[in-house]
């Protein structure tokens, strides 16, 4: 995830909240489900909006002029490129919040180190 | 829908496939860009000058401001700055260990009552900067002093230890090979134990300080005489 940062996960440390690996799957969630609610949606709408169209301009009484065909489906094909791309952040988040629980347990030994050295500088 | 609508919609249609595209691409290069400033931002300091500082400062700077900038996503999917975030992660995890060196100031200490020996120049800067509240730092930087030592020794009588090993692994293997006594090891173990606390962060009290800075010092003027 872009929004948390290994600062972040210091912050959550030094905040003794209870449970904070729980706290961390809930946000991975979260965002998960937001990715993939994005990326669902753009890849329907330009799929449909592409097969639409072609059905469309395939029927024979159709008035639909080839311009408009081609240029509606390469729009439908570059926005779900946006669509793919989403779906590959969304694969990498298992990896994501793995690699966050592993820094959490590792930064979390060193917070006697990380509150002194809070201390000397604030 | 009239010819002209279509024709309409059709140049819409191009403008915001087009757009989608640019912001796909300039989003993508955009987070290449800000990952390699990052990069350079954690490998513009070598982690063995950091933890060699004994600095608090440093230490705990290069882990909160320049480490910390890294992304959860930066560090999955860039393997150089993976590499250099579990370095310095590793090397601080040992560097802060407390490690199992556990004595007993009052059963196991042999402090003698002429505590107050004439100190060398090194000890009379470190108790300079443990009045003025440097406590980590002073701490830190006696054991390295000490490990330096200790290598001394190792390599004086032909024992070779590895870089990682810490100073109580080699007070241990020193002891264990009968080429320091037994006051020697108290002693020092004593010291290193109070500077592993102040270093992984706990508190100690300038007593405590000050009773491994003369120890230690009582123990070179020792080993020297030898």
Known sequence: MKEINIHDLIDLILADVSDSEAKIQKMFEWHFERLKTVSTWILGTSVTTMVAIFLNYMNTNSTLSGWFVIITILLGFSISSFGIYLLIKLWKLNKQFISALKLHSEINKMKPFIIKYLQGTR | MTKELFNSLTIVSGIIGIMSIIVTVFSI?????????????????????????????????????????????????????????????NKLGRFLDKGDLNIDPIENVVISNDMEIPLSQDSKVLLLQLESGESWNVLATLRNIIEIKLRNIAKKQGLYIEVEKSASLLLRALYNYKFISSFAYKNLAYAIMVCNKAIHGENINLEEAKEAIFLTERVFKELDSN
């Not at chain 2, 004994?54 to 590499?83: A, F, H, M, Q, R």
């Open chain 2, 29 to 89: 290069l955009n987070n290449y860009r800000l990952q390699n400033k990052k990069l350079d931002i954690v490998k513009a300091k070598k982690h063995a000058d950091i933890l060699s500082s004994n600095d608090i400062k440093t230490v705990g700077n290069y882990l909160y401001e320049d480490i910390g900038k890294v992304t959860i996503d930066d560090y999955v999917s860039n393997p150089k700055i993976k590499n250099i975030v579990d370095s310095y992660l």
